[in-house]
């Protein structure tokens, strides 16, 4: 293994604090109309999508090798919106390798990180400027933007973590965070939850 190893060189780039956005690399762009049945109100999605196709979040996914030894970094952008009354929000991963943790750092915007383990313990971590959240080992992650703003978050992780979409797409979370007759954020059971 270590002799397929390439070391990188030593580089940087620039992440702006508000947008969050990159003129050093290609970001990828999350559009709602790849996110069907992760939001509870379908009908509402189906609506939104009648007369357009938004973009939900972006971030980016730099070309560093998956090695344990290097590190992934770069932001993530959560556009303010809603689907029916739940905000807009990341697809959400674990690491493929599971005992991974991840750090973001949030710059801008106000919002969540919704954590869950696969055993069923879960957390929502408010997000405002200048607030770093820590995921640990074993803990799906979801950011979720409750506010009129971008969220936007610095994340880094190990290299060689990789993510795992796919428990999510099909099970979704155990909670959901929409926005309350108060119009505050108001954490309920997700009715879509499948055991
Ligand atoms: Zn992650």
Redesign the pocket.
């Given at each position: 293994m270590m002799s397929d190893y390439i070391p990188m060189n030593p580089f940087v780039m620039g992440f702006d604090l508000l947008t969050g956005l990159s003129d050093d690399a290609e970001s990828t762009k999350r559009l709602l109309s790849k996110m069907k049945g992760m939001y509870h109100d379908d009908a509402a999605f189906e609506t939104i999508l009648e007369k357009e196709d938004p973009k939900v979040y972006e971030f980016y996914e730099l070309k560093i090798p998956n090695y344990a030894s290097d590190l992934l970094f770069g932001t993530s952008i959560t556009y303010p919106g809603k689907v029916g009354n739940e905000y807009y929000m990341t697809k959400g991963?674990f690491?493929e390798v599971l005992e991974t943790a991840?750090v973001y750092y949030t710059l801008s915007g106000e919002g969540y990180m919704l954590m869950e383990t696969p055993e069923g313990e879960w957390k929502a971590e408010a997000l405002s400027a200048g607030k770093a959240v820590y995921?640990p080992p074993r803990w799906a992650?979801r950011s979720i933007n409750t506010g009129t703003e971008p969220l936007v978050t610095f994340?880094v992780?190990r290299g060689d973590?990789g993510?795992d979409y796919g428990t999510i797409e099909q099970k979704g979370y155990r909670k959901l965070i929409v926005e309350g007759k108060d119009g505050k954020p108001e954490i309920i059971d997700n009715p879509k939850w499948a055991k």
């Open positions: 991963h690491h991840e995921v992650h994340f992780f973590a993510h």
